[in-house]
C-alpha cells in the first residue's frame, strides 16, 4: 500500500483537507482556500508541497505554534507598497491577501507589490503567481525557507531552498511559469521520497559529512546543493534578504522548519504584480510572445528531444489529466491522512 499510488478525485481531496482544517478551528472560507491551493500543488505534480504538507499544518495549530484563523494586518503602505503581518497564521490565507493586494496597486500605480512577515509555510509559490494572470499581469513571488542548504563552499546548512516563481501571460492556451526552488530539488521531494522509501539522484544532496548521497534520510540530516552552484546560492541569498531580512520576518538559521513542533515560524515573502498596459499595449504585447512561443517551441532539437516545452507547461499538462483522471496520492501519504483524520474524528470520503 504504502509504494503504491491511487487515483483520487481533486474535488474529493479539497473537501478532504477543508473537513479537517475545520476540525482544528480554521474558519470555513478560509479552510476551503486552503483546502485548494493545497490541492492545486498535486493536481501540477508538485506533490512536495501538496497533500504531504497538511499533516504538519494541522499539527502546528494543535501545538499552539500556528494560528487556526489567519488575521493580516496592514504595518506600513505607501503608494505601490505594503508590508503585511501574518500573525503566526497560514501562509496560504497571507499570501492570496497579499497578491490580491499586489494586483490592486498594479492597477493604479502599473506596478504593486505586497510583502509579509510572522507566516507559515504557503504551499506552491505558482499559484499566488498565477493569480495575476487572468488580469493580464505578470506574477513574481518568492520566500524564504527553513535552512537545508549551505552556502557554496561551506558544510552546514544556512539557508533555505528559497523558491522563485515568474508568471507571464502569453496569450495562448499555455502560460510562462517559471517556478523554482534555489536548490537543485525542493527539500519536499526528498521528504516525498523517504516516504515512499525510495532513493534520490545523486547530486540532489550531501549526507551530514558533506559526501553525495541517494539515501534521502541522510539528506534531510545533511544539506541540499544549490543550482548552479554558487549562482544558486547567491539566488538563495539575495531572496532571504528580500524575503526576511526586508519584511522584519525571521532569516537564516532563525528561521523554524513546518515540521519543527516545538517554535513559531516567522516566513517571509514577497509578492509583486506588473499590470502589462502600463508598458504595452496588450495586443502587440501578447502578438509579440506568441512569436518568441513559436520560435521557442519550433527551434531545432537536440538528439533524443520529442519536443520541447515552455516553463510550466508540463504542470499545466499534468493539470489537465488530473482533473480528468484523479490526483495520485501515494499509498504512505493516503495512509497519513486516514490517520490524521481518525485523530481528529472527521469524517472523509477518500
Known amino acids: ?40 500543488g498535486d493536481l501540477r505534480g508538485v506533490e512536495s508541497h501538496g497533500l ?41 490565507v497571507a499570501g492570496v491577501r497579499a497578491m490580491t493586494q499586489a494586483m490592486e496597486r498594479a492597477r493604479q500605480h502599473g506596478v504593486g507589490v505586497a510583502a509579509v512577515r510572522n507566516a507559515n509555510h504557503f504551499g506552491i ?15 513574481i513571488v518568492m520566500a524564504n525557507a527553513a535552512p537545508s542548504m549551505a552556502a557554496w563552499g561551506g558544510a552546514a546548512p544556512v539557508l533555505g531552498t528559497n523558491p522563485i516563481c515568474i508568471a507571464i501571460p502569453t496569450g495562448g492556451d499555455v502560460d510562462i511559469v517559471l517556478d523554482m526552488a534555489s536548490s537543485v530539488v525542493a527539500r519536499g521531494k526528498i521528504r516525498l521520497a523517504a516516504s515512499k522509501g525510495e532513493r534520490i539522484p545523486l ?15 541522510a539528506a534531510l540530516d545533511g544539506t541540499l546543493v544549490p ?20 519584511t522584519g520576518a525571521d532569516f537564516g538559521t532563525r528561521l523554524t522548519s513546518v515540521h519543527d513542533l516545538k517554535q ?34 519550433n527551434s531545432p532539437r537536440a538528439p533524443g528531444v520529442e519536443r520541447i516545452y515552455l ?23 493516503l495512509e497519513e491522512i486516514r490517520h490524521l483524520a481518525q485523530e481528529l474524528g472527521a469524517e472523509i470520503a477518500l
Open 125 to 139: 509559490a505558482a499559484y499566488y503567481a498565477m493569480m495575476a494572470l487572468p488580469h493580464r499581469m505578470v506574477g
Open 203 to 217: 547530486g540532489w544532496a550531501l549526507d551530514a559529512q558533506g559526501r553525495p548521497t541517494d539515501d534521502p534520510k
Open 1 to 40: 500500500m504504502s509504494g503504491e499510488s491511487i487515483r483520487i478525485p481533486a474535488g474529493a481531496l479539497v473537501q478532504a483537507c477543508d473537513t479537517l482544517l475545520q476540525k482544528v478551528g480554521v474558519p470555513p472560507d478560509e479552510a476551503r482556500v486552503i483546502a485548494e491551493i493545497v490541492v492545486e
Open 227 to 246: 543550482i548552479g552552484g554558487p549562482k544558486g546560492y547567491g539566488l538563495a541569498l539575495a531572496i532571504d534578504v528580500l524575503s526576511g531580512v526586508l
Open 52 to 92: 504531504l504538507r497538511l499533516p504538519a499544518y494541522i499539527h502546528r495549530v494543535q501545538a499552539g505554534l500556528m494560528t487556526a484563523k489567519t488575521d493580516v494586518r496592514v504595518v506600513r503602505e505607501r503608494g505601490a507598497s505594503v508590508l503585511l503581518d501574518a500573525q503566526r497564521g497560514f501562509g496560504q
Open 264 to 297: 513559531v515560524s516567522s516566513v517571509g515573502f514577497v509578492m509583486q504584480a506588473l499590470d502589462i498596459s502600463a508598458f504595452a499595449d496588450w495586443d502587440d504585447f501578447r502578438r509579440d510572445m506568441q512569436t518568441l512561443v513559436q520560435e521557442i517551441l
Open 311 to 333: 516553463p510550466g507547461e508540463i504542470e499545466w499538462l499534468k493539470r489537465q489529466d488530473r482533473l480528468q483522471n484523479g490526483v495520485p496520492v501515494p499509498g504512505s501519504v
